[in-house]
């Protein structure tokens, strides 16, 4: 019997997290969803957030990262660590707040210097509602890999690639995320970037430059190859 849940719920929204990552993610990429009241000491914690189980690469290209430079870490991921993002655009609002709060508190268990984040909502999620007097650093990972920038040029061998970087310019937190990437992208061997065009696009944080009307990013929308994607991720079938 199949049970299909329709509509935009967080059940919804979180199961077809959780079912997208089983698809995709590596064999060797694993990660905890909870960490018990006494963890252990962790100086990093990667964080896999809600969006970020979409992309799991990511994190998987992120890990070998932290191996390679020799960084004590553990990663904690899944909606069970959400930064509130999911929240604020279904609703109601304050839940964006005490969910976000909820997870700060359990990255304190494993007292933390740095935590690590693959999601440019996240950074702004977590830094907007961090604990007062907190000691933890909230950044982007690639931030950390700026800092370890030289020990990475080590190790780099030549890419002959011609790339352009698809960045968000929506605020100063992600603009600061872009140019973090370009930075670590401009240091490896034999890579040219070519300058983005700017241009229209829908109403959300990627538009660099003219937005869209409200029609067209509908038809654009409707015509979009990733129409059959979109609505797997509104509606799935659970089997039972």
Known sequence: MAIVVKGRTY??????IRTMAKLLAPSDLTWVTELPLKAAHAPLILHISCNVHYTLFIPYIAQQILKLLNLEFITLGGPENCCGGIHQHIG???????????SLLVFRRAQPKIVLSGCPQCDEGFGKHQVKGSPIRYSNVAELFVEHLNALKERMRPVARRIVVHFHDFNESRQRDSQRILTILSAIPGIEI????????PGIHCSQYELMSPDDTAKMFAENKYR???ELVDRIEFLL
């Open 194 to 201: 070519l300058p983005a065009q700017h241009t229209r696009g």
């Open 228 to 230: 059959d994607y979109l």
């Open 11 to 16: 059940t919804n929204s979180f199961e077809s």
């Open 92 to 102: 109601p609002p304050d839940l964006e707040h005490e969910v976000a709060t909820k």
